[in-house]
Every structure is written in structure tokens, then in C-alpha cells.
């Protein structure tokens, strides 16, 4: 909507009703900048001895792998505190960013809606970073470790006061839950290879 033609000029404070396309498209570029800033990959982090851009979440992901293989280190426990120190500081940072990035696209909203116009959806597409791709990878490894220790269980560890299946169900039926667990045990491998994560059956159950 535009402002109108015969509205005195100089007025600093313009009636709701009178909200001008540049108005909307003012607030439409401040919500892009803000989401722009909280969830695509602006950030310059260091990865296998590169730098690499990353957004927030992978940012902060990236730092948690890098504070464990620290704590994994001998006597670094002063650097260990001092990744997790910054760790806090870029979680505050990424939540201030992500809080004004919902509050320009709400006020975005609200004034493209005042405005007579229909708002955007000026969501980004899911991130696909390093950092997020290798936090999505080690996500799915923890995925499918939890789905095959759900079938092993199922087995060992009746629902109510019953028996173990293992111990009452056909032999049929228990082959059919053991030939899921072996397709459970390859998932396993399949995504820790993915993910670069070392396995250790010793510990899969724990
Ligand atoms: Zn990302």
C-alpha cells in the first residue's frame, strides 16, 4: 500500500493504515539480514587444518568435538576449560542471534500483514555445512545404535512381568527379530564409517 498522494510531508509517525511498500520492504530486508546472521554459514572455522565456513549450530557443534578430543588429551585440562569457556560464549552469541532473527521476522510479518500484503517465508534451507553435515552423520550413527539396541532388548527385557521373548516367543519369530538386529548391526557400522567414528561392540550396549 502506498502512502497517500496528498498525506503533508515531514510527518515522522505515519497512521498504521498508511504502512508504504518501502516499510515492508525495510523490515523484509532487516529480517533477512537477522536470519541471514543466526542460521547460514558465515562463520570462518578452522577444520582438519582448513578453514571452512560454518553456521552457528555447526560452529558450536565443531567446538564440542574439539573440547573432546581435547579432554582425551593428557594435562590439558586449563585449554580444556578454556574451548568450554568459549563454548558458553558462542551459545549465548548464537541465541541472541537466533532471538532477533524470530523477532525481525515477526515484526516483518506484522508489518507486511498491517501493510495488506501477505508475508514471506524467509526461513533458510536446512544448513549444510561441514559442521552440520558431520553433526547430522554423528546424529544418525547414535540413530542407529539406538534402534539396534530397541531389538536386542526387546529380546533380554520383557514389556510387563512376562518372561523374556527370548524366552516365550516361537523360534520363527525370535529368527525374525535376530535377522532385524543383524540389519541393525550393519546400519550401525555402516553410519559410524560414515560419521569417521571409531566402533567399539565392547561398548555398544552401555
Ligand atoms: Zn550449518
Same mark, same amino acid.
Given at each position: *500500500?502506498?502512502?497517500?498522494?496528498?498525506?503533508?510531508?515531514?510527518?515522522?509517525?505515519?497512521?498504521?493504515?498508511?504502512?508504504?511498500?518501502?516499510?515492508? %520492504? @525495510? /523490515?523484509?530486508?532487516?529480517?533477512?539480514? /537477522?536470519?541471514?546472521?543466526?542460521?547460514?554459514?558465515?562463520?570462518?572455522?578452522? @577444520?582438519?587444518?582448513?578453514?571452512?565456513? *560454518?553456521?552457528?549450530?555447526?560452529? $558450536?557443534?565443531?567446538?564440542?568435538?574439539?573440547?573432546?578430543? &581435547?579432554?582425551?588429551?593428557?594435562?590439558? /585440562?586449563?585449554?580444556?576449560?578454556?574451548?568450554?569457556?568459549? &563454548?558458553?560464549? *558462542?551459545?549465548?552469541?548464537?541465541?541472541?542471534?537466533?532471538?532477533?532473527?524470530? !523477532?525481525?521476522?515477526?515484526?516483518? %510479518?506484522?508489518?507486511?500483514?498491517?501493510?495488506? !500484503?501477505?508475508?514471506?517465508?524467509?526461513?533458510?534451507?536446512?544448513?549444510?555445512?561441514?559442521?552440520?553435515?558431520?553433526?547430522?552423520?554423528?546424529?544418525?550413527?547414535?540413530?542407529?545404535?539406538?534402534? @539396534?539396541? !530397541?531389538?536386542?532388548?526387546?529380546?533380554? &527385557?520383557?514389556?510387563?512381568?512376562?518372561?523374556? @521373548?527370548?524366552?516365550?516367543?516361537?523360534?520363527?519369530?525370535?529368527? $525374525?527379530?535376530?535377522?532385524?538386529?543383524?540389519?541393525?548391526?550393519?546400519?550401525?557400522?555402516?553410519?559410524?564409517?560414515?560419521?569417521?567414528?571409531?566402533?567399539?561392540?565392547?561398548?555398544?550396549?552401555?
Amino acid at each position: *500500500m502506498k502512502r497517500k498522494s496528498g498525506a503533508a510531508p515531514g510527518i515522522a509517525t505515519a497512521p498504521l493504515n498508511s504502512i508504504s511498500d518501502t516499510d515492508v %520492504a @525495510l /523490515a523484509r530486508q532487516n529480517a533477512l539480514q /537477522a536470519v541471514t546472521a543466526a542460521y547460514t554459514p558465515i562463520h570462518s572455522v578452522k @577444520l582438519d587444518g582448513e578453514f571452512v565456513s *560454518m553456521c552457528w549450530f555447526g560452529r $558450536i557443534d565443531n567446538a564440542f568435538s574439539v573440547l573432546e578430543f &581435547i579432554k582425551a588429551q593428557p594435562d590439558a /585440562a586449563a585449554k580444556a576449560e578454556s574451548v568450554a569457556k568459549l &563454548i558458553e560464549t *558462542m551459545r549465548q552469541d548464537s541465541q541472541d542471534a537466533f532471538n532477533a532473527a524470530t !523477532k525481525a521476522q515477526s515484526d516483518y %510479518a506484522a508489518i507486511a500483514l498491517a501493510a495488506g !500484503k501477505t508475508p514471506e517465508n524467509l526461513d533458510t534451507p536446512q544448513c549444510q555445512c561441514d559442521g552440520c553435515r558431520n553433526a547430522n552423520s554423528r546424529q544418525q550413527y547414535w540413530l542407529a545404535v539406538e534402534a @539396534l539396541r !530397541k531389538i536386542v532388548f526387546s529380546l533380554i &527385557i520383557p514389556q510387563d512381568k512376562d518372561r523374556p @521373548l527370548l524366552a516365550i516367543a516361537e523360534t520363527d519369530d525370535i529368527l $525374525i527379530i535376530l535377522g532385524k538386529a543383524r540389519e541393525a548391526i550393519e546400519n550401525v557400522e555402516k553410519t559410524a564409517k560414515f560419521a569417521a567414528i571409531p566402533l567399539d561392540w565392547t561398548t555398544i550396549y552401555k
